[in-house]
């Protein structure tokens, strides 16, 4: 099935660094999100991106839908313990109404304080 | 406010046991979908919902089973389990754009 290449597959840093990691795509993507997985818990979403070029913040946490609308990469600065876990984007092709999304292989990441 | 529930949480289950997983959503949501993560794989979805009364396969779904009888519940049915869906089990559901996911059902097959 269709996956969504996401990289890097994970990072160790240390507290206060900042992280960059993102999402490519063979077809178009309408849509692009950026979730976030804590340990034992459901992905919950950071960042939606609906326009080509749009760039998005949520606190330390920036995402940018590109140009090509093919790729997305979410950035996150300061880095602080709570960042650890795995980041996924995701994204909704063009057509159909099943509002299916396509999830990447997730960035897992580790913060050192 | 709930949100996604699944339950259960855990299970333990042998070669050829059946088991239904079951998924209740609060927010009205039309679109509802179960996924399974493997470790290196992302998500994969296995069956969706567009709304009540509805189910259609998703990238994964052979060796289970769906139904949507109630807008708010969607059942994921294993009718013969194996090893190989060793896993753990996501429910979300969604409007526009944006999932809602549950916490998660761990299943080991032995």
């Known amino acids: 099935g269709q996956q969504l290449n996401q990289s890097p597959q994970s990072m160790f840093i240390q507290e206060g660094e900042d992280v960059s990691m993102n999402c490519t795509s063979s077809?178009?993507?309408?849509?692009w999100l950026w979730y976030k997985q804590d340990p034992g818990e459901g992905p919950v979403l950071l960042i939606a991106l609906y326009k080509a070029g749009e760039l998005t913040s949520n606190g330390r946490l920036t995402a940018q839908f590109g140009i090509t609308r093919k790729d997305s990469f979410l950035n996150i600065s300061a880095s602080i313990p709570s960042d650890v876990g795995i980041y996924f984007c995701a994204g909704h092709g063009y057509g159909g109404a099943t509002n299916k999304l396509i999830f990447g292989t997730g960035t897992l990441l580790a913060v050192q304080p | 406010n709930a949100g996604v529930t699944q339950t259960p949480k855990f299970r333990v289950l042998k070669t050829g046991q059946s088991m239904t997983l079951l998924c209740a959503q609060d927010m009205n949501h039309e679109y509802m979908y179960w996924y399974r993560q493997d470790p290196g794989m992302g998500l994969r979805l296995i069956h969706y919902?567009?709304?009540?009364?509805?189910?259609a396969k998703g990238e994964v779904p052979d060796g289970y089973n769906v139904s949507r009888l109630k807008k708010q519940n969607f059942l994921l049915g294993l009718e013969s389990a194996a090893p190989s869906q060793t896993s753990v089990y996501f429910c979300?559901?969604?409007?526009?754009?944006?999932?809602?996911f549950g916490s998660g059902t761990r299943l080991t097959v032995v």
């Open positions: 979300a559901s969604s409007e526009l754009h944006g999932y809602t």
């Open positions: 077809s178009i993507f309408n849509t």
């Open positions: 919902s567009v709304g009540e009364g509805t189910t």
